[in-house]
């Protein structure tokens, strides 16, 4: 992503957490708040080409399986990520305890017990990445790792423990939820943001279109704790997307899919809107169809051609192959019809709401 494109996106993401915080709470919280967001997203952006130099004079690279050319890509862009979120959420928090200016206040229990519940999955992913994507954890360590990280916001009881169903009512889960529903939340959505990867710009363009839906939601709901993560995290995001963007030069990895799916998870969870979270990750059930189907054996990756196109595997196995079947598509087009068809079902999650026929 050129530096023009990545800067009106950047000055627009401004222009959206201003009239958030504007709304919260006036023109001051605004300026603390859109400031701490702001040097972050500058920050990070600014040690991306450090960050990948050293990975690539350090033999940490890998080749990008759709393309012909054998030319190493730094990994683990996700370490950047996850220290741009920590940043943001940290800069904010000292800003808002030390200004005493506002009367917004933030439970501290609950957002910090999110922030670690990321963090600990961001660090099960490096854990990862440092094995290696094709020697790393098992799947059933995938599965098992992050219920221990999901204990913080456990710990805390996040969350509301009664569920409106349709046709049955109100349910109250009372213990349940905090114990079973919360570590199933974390552990699920991180492995499932973990299976539509694979492709430049993929996983953070899907991350910060989800979490831009959930962030409004979360706004208009006010809950400000969810809010703080979903715009920590987008703007952690835009500034590695400007990085992995076709043609990438940074991978995400692990430490970023299995992060950012615990942060989707946590946000749905301290802002209450579990439903509304799961609806969002639909294109992620259509995946776990496929992946299931070849008993989670298949991949994401596409053939490279030298038309610069892309040609599906032919045993298929996933969302990104099925695309590919349908024509002659650019790995850019191929994320490109992700991206949109994530926005349509954003779209119409956010207009059931605003129609008020959705149970969050």
């Known amino acids: ?69 054998e030319t190493k890509i730094a990994e683990m862009g996700g370490i950047i990520v996850l220290f741009g979120f920590i940043t943001a959420i940290m800069l904010s928090v000292f ?52 219920l221990l990280a999901a204990l913080p916001l456990m710990a805390v009881r996040a969350g509301i423990t009664s569920l409106n169903i349709p046709f049955f ?58 809010v703080l993560i979903a715009i920590a995290l987008i703007g952690a995001l835009l500034a590695f997307i400007r990085f992995n963007w ?3 030069k940074v991978f995400g990895g692990d ?29 992620y059930f259509i995946e776990l169809g496929f992946k299931a189907k070849h008993k989670f054996q298949s991949n994401c990756f596409g053939i490279p051609q030298k038309d610069g196109t892309l040609k599906a595997d032919s045993a298929g196995g996933s969302l990104t192959q099925f695309i590919m079947k349908q024509g002659k598509f650019t790995e850019k087009q191929v994320v490109l019809i992700i991206l949109g068809i994530q926005s349509v079902i954003c779209l119409i999650g956010l207009i059931l709401y605003f129609s008020g026929n959705v149970y969050l």
Request: charged share 10%.
């Open 1 to 69: 992503m050129n530096k023009k494109n990545f800067y009106l996106i950047y000055f627009l993401f401004l222009l959206f957490c201003i009239s958030i915080a504007y709304s919260f709470n006036g023109l001051f919280f605004a300026s603390i708040f859109v400031s701490g967001i702001a040097v972050t997203v500058w920050m990070t952006q600014r040690i991306f080409p450090f960050f990948i130099k050293r990975m690539e004079f350090r033999g940490i690279t890998g080749k990008d399986m759709n393309k012909l050319n």
């Open 95 to 146: 800003l808002f305890t030390y200004s005493n200016l506002t009367p917004t206040k933030i439970d501290l229990h609950i957002l910090l017990a999110a922030v670690l519940t990321i963090t600990l999955v961001g660090l099960i992913g490096i854990f990862d990445d440092l094995i290696g994507w094709r020697k790393g954890i098992r799947q059933w360590q995938h599965a098992l790792l992050p």
């Open 169 to 226: 009512g109100v349910i109250e889960l009372g213990v349940i939820y905090s114990l079973i529903l919360i570590p199933i939340g974390i552990t699920g959505a991180s492995n499932a943001f973990n299976m539509l990867a694979g492709l430049n710009g993929l996983e953070a363009g899907q991350g910060i279109i989800i979490l831009i839906t959930m962030g409004l939601i979360a706004f208009f709901e006010g809950e400000i704790e969810a």
């Open 246 to 248: 076709v043609p990438a």
């Open 255 to 283: 430490s970023l899919t299995l992060m950012v799916g615990a942060g989707i998870a946590s946000i749905a969870i301290i802002g209450n809107m579990e439903k509304f979270g799961i609806a969002l990750l639909a294109l």
